[in-house]
């Protein structure tokens, strides 16, 4: 609601900025854009407004005016485009499933909506993210915090963690998973690596089956059947191989990969019976089953578009490699970024 409430009023109000957007748009026309890369990667695009030895200030078009100290500058260059849109900014930081090296400053917050659910992210403070992602129903409610940041040069790396709850619905699973990633390259094109191992807390219920004989053939067998509920913990190991590359200043192709290695198996008894027609009774008998826990691998590619230096949009399809078997999922992928 919040999404259709903004689409409203932006559109209620064109018509009054219509007239200062291209007075504004014609009085910029004159002056000279630049590009800043900041040595953590993030990249600014606006107009320098004052600078001397120890910082810059630039007028940009979606933060407003920014002041960067000189020692946090990598790069400076000019854009040619006045209205050239920079992939590789803010939302550079994700990509459809996980995350990477590159950092967001101080103050930078932003909301990722997909389809299930929202995804709010906040820069609490320079290098350190903290966020919450959740479904429409707010079950499960998942907690992240991400510390990153400039290994050397074009290589990045962090920590992360995501700690979460059934909530309301099944307060009694529980997910923690620690994880550390490393990005080569920059914001615009990239190939980052992560690996973890994740913990899923969850109950199980376990039986204890007791079968009574009877004397003779004309009375049947009995059996007692208790099951009694534990909690229960398992862990894997989880990977990850995911990019980003540049196509234009607008579109990028955007591959996300997810792969859980299998966890060990264990067994179970289960109760069999049985009808003898001939003694016209049931019989009873107990048998071990072994369950497996498989492998399993979530493909993800899309094409990530640059709408504004505020906003994203990301469109992908994904598939799932599970118990010998690849399955396509027919809902796409859809996520909108949004500075907030």
Do not use: C
């Not at 009995?222 to 099951?227: A, G, K, L, M, V």
């Amino acid at each position: 609601m919040k999404l259709l409430y903004q689409i409203v009023i932006i559109q209620s109000l064109l018509l009054l900025t219509t007239i200062g957007s291209f007075a504004q748009t014609e009085q910029d026309s004159t002056q000279v854009n630049h590009k800043i890369v900041k040595q953590n990667g993030k990249t600014f695009v606006g107009i320098i407004i004052s600078q001397d030895a120890r910082e810059v200030l630039l007028q940009t078009e979606d933060v407003g005016l920014v002041y960067i100290p000189k020692h946090e500058i990598e790069k400076i260059s000019e854009i040619n485009e006045s209205n050239e849109i920079v992939t590789g900014g803010l939302f550079a930081t994700r990509y459809f499933l996980t995350t990477n090296g590159f950092s967001i400053d101080k103050g930078d917050n932003y909301v990722q909506w997909n389809i299930f659910g929202p995804d709010f992210q906040f820069g609490v403070a320079d290098n350190f993210t903290l966020g919450i992602m959740t479904s429409w129903v707010g079950m499960p409610i998942v907690g992240t915090a991400k510390y990153s940041g400039k290994i050397a040069d074009k290589l990045y790396g962090g920590l992360g963690f995501l700690g979460g709850t059934g909530s309301w619905a099944s307060p009694e699973y529980g997910l923690l998973l620690p994880f550390g990633f490393l990005s080569a390259g920059d914001r615009a094109n990239n190939i980052n690596f992560t690996t973890g191992y994740g913990a899923l807390f969850y109950p199980r219920s376990t039986s204890d089956i007791t079968i009574t004989q009877t004397p003779t053939e004309y009375s049947t067998n009995s059996y007692d059947y208790r099951s009694t509920d534990t909690n229960e913990a398992e862990g894997r190991f989880l990977f990850s191989i995911a990019g980003m590359f540049r196509i234009n200043s607008k579109y990028s192709f955007v591959f996300d990969s997810f792969f859980m290695l299998p966890g060990e198996d264990y067994s179970t008894e289960e109760l069999v019976v049985n009808y003898d027609p001939v003694a016209e009774k049931d019989t009873y008998s107990v048998r071990n089953v072994t369950r497996e826990t498989n492998a399993l691998l979530v493909l993800v590619p899309g094409i990530r578009f640059q709408v504004s230096p505020r906003s994203s949009l990301q469109f992908g399809f994904t598939g799932v490699h599970f118990d010998g078997e690849f399955l396509p999922v027919p809902i796409p992928m859809i996520q909108w970024f949004k500075r907030i």
